[in-house]
Each structure stands twice: as structure tokens, then as C-alpha cells.
T-cell receptor, first 114, second 112 residues
Framework: DGGITQSPKYLFRKEGQNVTLSCEQNLNHDAMYWYRQDPGQGLRLIYYSQIVNDFQKGDIAEGYSVSREKKESFPLTVTSAQKNPTAFYLC?????????????FGPGTRLTVL | QQQVKQSPQSLIVQKGGISIINCAYENTAFDYFPWYQQFPGKGPALLIAIRPDVSEKKEGRFTISFNKSAKQFSLHIMDSQPGDSATYFCAASRAAGNKLTFGGGTRVLVKP
């Protein structure tokens, strides 16, 4: 089955700890994205990458970091500098600028800071 | 600033009724307007999308209407069913890149 996987589904973190959320896709998509969703709100873009070894900040990048060493993987690290990290995190991918706009989403990771 | 404004925030409709969700955008460079459906605890899934060269697109019970001059587009859910109860997001992007700008979402509840 082709698709996007995110792990873990639920994640608990103590204040002051960094935590890394996993996102893997086997759709052979060039572009990948990370969004944050807070209760009752829309999706806000954290980081995106249109090609391996390159990524750009989205609208709310402060306190987050990413890497794109492989086409199929785009992990997100929530650092201790992120003041309010409790949220639902969604990863997405799309074919890229040459292949169309549709973004496919993973099932999400719910992060709770204790 | 690129923004997409969505309304209403929530709506309740009886089974068989019509749900209507509206979105307005500012950036005239946007050329792709998708709608996503999200169930609780799940990731959003693409429902239907439109480009500005058409004024309406229909897929089953879901229809997008697009008004380029007013910079508005809307989603109509005909014959709404309890299984349509979800949160719906409109979005927009430019041809030059795939970065989507999302509206704030509309929570739809269809009562049996």
C-alpha cells in the first residue's frame, strides 16, 4: 500500500525535552510538509521541503527543526524552545512542482507536554 | 499576507439538507482551490478541487462553486448524511509552488 506513515500516534513529553516526530512516505513524492493543528483551528504550516537536502520555513517555524536527508523521510523535531508544543501534528506530501498540487496527509501525531 | 477566510465556523443541518461553506481569498495568484474533509483524530483527505478556469465542479453530492471576480468559492454538500459529519477545510495555492494556505475550518454536524 502506498501512503504516508507517522509515528508515534501519541507522544508525551516533559517540559524542556526535545522530541522527534517521524514521517515516511512511499509515494515517490518530491515535496513534504509539516503542519500543526490546534483544537478547533485550521492547519498552520511549520516547514516544507520541495527536494532532498532543502527545506524552507513555514508560517510558524520557531521552536521547530527538520531535516530532509532522504526523499521518503521528513522528521520534525520539536525543541524545548517551542513555548506551547501541545498540538496535533500532521505530515503531508505532494508530487511537487512538476507533478501537481494535491497534498496527501498522514494520520497525525498527537503531542502532549506534561 | 496570503489569507483564506472560511465561514461559518460550524453548522448543523438535518439529514437530507444542504450544507454550504464559504471561503474568500486575497491573493489573485492562487490558481488551485481544494477542499479537505477531516474526521476526528485523522488526517485531512482531499474531497474535491477546482481551478479558476471553471465556475463549478461537481463530484457526487459535493459541488464547488467558484467566483473569480469576487475571489470567493464555496462547497455545497447536497442531501447531507450523518456520515458527512466532519470538519471541512478550504485551501488555496499558487502555480509556482505547492504550499497550501488553509482556511480555519468548518465543523459540520448532520442530524439524523
Amino acid at each position: 500500500d502506498g501512503g504516508i506513515t507517522q509515528s508515534p500516534k501519541y507522544l508525551f513529553r516533559k517540559e524542556g525535552q526535545n522530541v522527534t516526530l517521524s514521517c515516511e512516505q512511499n509515494l515517490n513524492h518530491d515535496a513534504m510538509y509539516w503542519y500543526r493543528q490546534d483544537p478547533g483551528q485550521g492547519l498552520r504550516l511549520i516547514y516544507y521541503s520541495q527536494i532532498v537536502n532543502d527545506f524552507q520555513k513555514g508560517d510558524i517555524a520557531e521552536g521547530y527543526s527538520v531535516s530532509r536527508e532522504k526523499k521518503e523521510s521528513f522528521p520534525l523535531t520539536v525543541t524545548s524552545a517551542q513555548k506551547n508544543p501541545t498540538a496535533f501534528y500532521l505530515c503531508a506530501s505532494s508530487p511537487g512542482t512538476s507533478g501537481g498540487h494535491e497534498q496527501f496527509f498522514g494520520p497525525g501525531t498527537r503531542l502532549t507536554v506534561l | 499576507q496570503q489569507q483564506v477566510k472560511q465561514s461559518p465556523q460550524s453548522l448543523i443541518v438535518q439529514k437530507g439538507g444542504i450544507s454550504i461553506i464559504n471561503c474568500a481569498y486575497e491573493n489573485t495568484a492562487f490558481d488551485y482551490f481544494p477542499w479537505y474533509q477531516q474526521f476526528p483524530g485523522k488526517g485531512p483527505a482531499l474531497l474535491i478541487a477546482i481551478r479558476p478556469d471553471v465556475s463549478e465542479k461537481k463530484e457526487g453530492r459535493f459541488t464547488i462553486s467558484f467566483n473569480k471576480s469576487a475571489k470567493q468559492f464555496s462547497l455545497h454538500i447536497m442531501d447531507s448524511q450523518p456520515g458527512d459529519s466532519a470538519t471541512y477545510f478550504c485551501a488555496a495555492s499558487r502555480a509556482a509552488g505547492n504550499k497550501l494556505t488553509f482556511g480555519g475550518g468548518t465543523r459540520v454536524l448532520v442530524k439524523p
